[in-house]
């Protein structure tokens, strides 16, 4: 059993709770962009809890480089506060750094392809971070309903991502037309 200042430090300042159907399909619609807001979530908890002088905002928009160390640092409070977090989490920061570079850097179609399922390394740590709100702060919303500014944001990406298929369609055909000249 945790002790009890370590319990109520924790109630003081939950990780962020969010179902895990929901994180999936926002960082899917939204390019990956909901992910940084799920790294200044957990951020923001960590300078709390921990009263550290530290930037949220700067550490979500670095998110490859600081998933490390909020990894760690998470994994070490689920266990801290009594649950089981089985996951390496250095191993998950490389692949979240890794998949994060494929959006950005041109390294082959497969790792571009890859790089949108980045949130899944969010998800492993997200399921331990729920398991702990729901043992120590049960009373703390799974957080599983989107409020009108997530559906606004799932609408954005989704006709965004309709655009793009549209585009890509007449591209192929423009070459088509253009190798048949």
Same mark, same amino acid.
């Given at each position: 059993?945790?002790?009890?200042?370590?319990?109520?430090?924790?109630?003081?300042?939950?990780?962020?709770?969010?179902?895990l159907g929901k994180l999936a399909v926002m960082s899917v619609c939204t390019f990956g962009i909901y992910e940084?807001?799920?790294?200044?979530?957990?951020?923001?908890?960590?300078?709390?809890?921990?009263?550290?002088?530290?930037?949220? =905002?700067?550490?979500?928009?670095?998110?490859?480089?600081?998933?490390?160390?909020?990894?760690?640092?998470?994994?070490?409070?689920?266990? $801290?506060?009594?649950?089981?977090?089985?996951? @390496?989490?250095?191993?998950?920061g490389l692949a979240y750094l890794i998949l994060g570079l494929g959006r950005v850097v041109p390294l082959g179609?497969?790792?571009?392809?890859?790089?949108?399922?980045?949130?899944?390394?969010?998800?492993? =740590?997200?399921?331990?971070?729920?398991?702990?709100?729901?043992?120590?702060? @049960?009373?703390? @919303?799974?957080?599983? $309903?989107?409020?009108?500014?997530?559906?606004?944001?799932?609408?954005?990406?989704?006709?965004?991502?309709?655009?793009?298929?549209?585009?890509?369609?007449?591209?192929?055909?423009?070459?088509?037309?253009?190798?048949?000249?």
């Open positions: 059993m945790p002790a009890p200042e370590v319990v109520a430090g924790y109630r003081a300042a939950p990780m962020f709770a969010i179902s940084w807001y799920w790294f200044l979530k957990h951020w923001d908890a960590e300078r709390r809890r921990e009263s550290e002088h530290l930037s949220p =905002v700067v550490r979500a928009l670095f998110a490859p480089c600081f998933a490390f160390s909020l990894f760690r640092r998470l994994k070490h409070r689920v266990a $801290k506060l009594g649950g089981q977090a089985t996951w @390496p989490a250095f191993g998950l179609a497969w790792l571009s392809l890859a790089s949108g399922l980045s949130f899944v390394p969010l998800l492993i =740590v997200q399921h331990s971070a729920n398991a702990i709100n729901r043992e120590v702060v @049960p009373e703390l @919303p799974p957080n599983g $309903k989107y409020s009108a500014a997530e559906l606004a944001l799932l609408a954005a990406g989704i006709a965004f991502q309709v655009v793009i298929v549209l585009l890509l369609r007449q591209l192929t055909e423009l070459s088509e037309i253009l190798d048949s000249m």
